[in-house]
């Protein structure tokens, strides 16, 4: 048995303990526990004032969590059960190790890629994140203005604050759309036109969250908040299309009969029938195994997004970065795969391109970003990024994106 085996179930057991204490159960301090016991980042003794004082892009999680509500904080913050699928995103890339090279001009280092025959200046792009007016007033326009300053493709949720339109026009190009189907074909195809008008060259179809899911963390920071929600969020009990008639890609929508936003009808059916309905790229996000990655080349989807919604979709306990090699050795290569979920470091994106994947997708960290310091936070929370993988590439001898392969890691 490996040391780093021995110190994870330690990890894991001392975290059990904790959470079954009296003092601590439903207090709210696990997360941030749980943040430095597993990530082995430590939270900075002051919180920073500016966007340009991180040094990391771990210096804006305790501002982000100073400024919102506790509510929208545990939200963020959240897994589904014990965080255990959360947790595990990070703690699976210690699992892998950079093999570094020598004696190798790095100079000139081009961290610019291709993806569906665009030029991006760096494998990383925003995930989608919903609502984010809820983290600062300009929300989704604030990270597009960034994503163009930083020159990445932003992915945008079905469940924005700001409609398509707007947010691609402060993007300045083209942007993703994140789609979430429900049980109602008129409701995606309506969103599917739409976007498609907007501009947008791929959807990513979200098929990770057909069922209901438990979000222990954010239910424990909701009984600590003392705000009206009310005055933002409709009350509870109220149907579908009272819920969803205010949100920005529903408009329009006839919502009367909807009953639930869940897609738990979702089958391969829909992506024919998505297929069919647009010429945009269809993406497939939420795929985690080799027997899914093969049915994505039987029924011709264009792209993989790996993920497990950042430990929100299911209570699994297994990380992102170890699902990706199996799902590389079946694509091999026949189109494009990217990879969400826990990506915090330069190293992490590196291991991630060194493992097969062609891009990968952040989201908390800009968030963290946004929250603390609106616009300025998400331009350098990913100038972070950016440096951080420029520099591991340099470290492990590597000039180019299309140079990273499996030479260059190795099983811890």
Known sequence: MSDSYESTENRRQFLRFLAGTPLLAGSGALPFLAQKLWAADEFPAELITAAE????????????????????????????????????????????????????????????????????????????????????????????????????????????????????????????????????????????????????????????????RNMETFERYVRSDTADCTACHVPEGSTAEQRLSGRAMYQGIDLSQVMTTQASGLTWDFVERLKSATSMKVVLKGIVTSQDAALCLQHGVDGIIVSNHGGRSEASGRSTI????????????????????????????????????????????????????????????????????RRVMMEAGVTSVAQIDSSYIERA
């Not at 074909?185 to 990513?204: D, I, L, T």
């Not at 590196?350 to 331009?379: H, M, N, T």
């Open 322 to 389: 170890e699902s990706l090699p199996e799902i590389i050795a079946t694509i091999r290569g026949r189109i494009p795969v990217l990879v969400d979920s826990g990506f915090r470091r330069g190293t992490d994106i590196f291991k991630a391109l060194a493992l097969g994947a062609d891009a990968v997708c952040v989201g908390r960290p800009y968030i963290w970003g946004l929250s603390s310091f609106g616009q300025a936070g998400v331009e350098k929370a990913m100038a972070i990024l950016r440096t951080e993988f």
């Open 53 to 212: 004082d991180a040094l990391n892009v771990f210096d804006f999680h305790p501002v982000a969590k100073n400024v919102l509500s506790p509510a929208h904080y545990g939200y963020t913050v959240s897994g589904t059960d014990g965080d255990e699928t959360l947790l595990a995103n990070r703690e699976g890339f210690n699992r892998f190790r950079i093999r570094v090279r020598r004696l190798v001009d790095i100079r000139n280092a081009d961290t610019s890629t291709e993806i569906f025959g665009t030029r991006w200046e760096s494998p990383i792009a925003l995930a989608p994140v919903g609502g984010q007016k809820k983290y600062h007033v300009e929300g989704e326009i604030a990270v597009a203005r960034a994503a163009r300053q930083g020159a990445h493709t932003q992915i945008l949720s079905t469940a924005t604050s700001s409609p398509v339109e707007d947010v691609t026009a402060a993007r300045g190009a083209p942007i993703w759309y994140q789609l979430y189907p429900t049980n109602y074909w008129h409701v995606a195809e309506a969103m599917v036109k739409r976007v498609e008008q907007a501009g947008c060259p791929v959807v990513a179809l979200t098929v990770d969250r057909a069922s209901p």
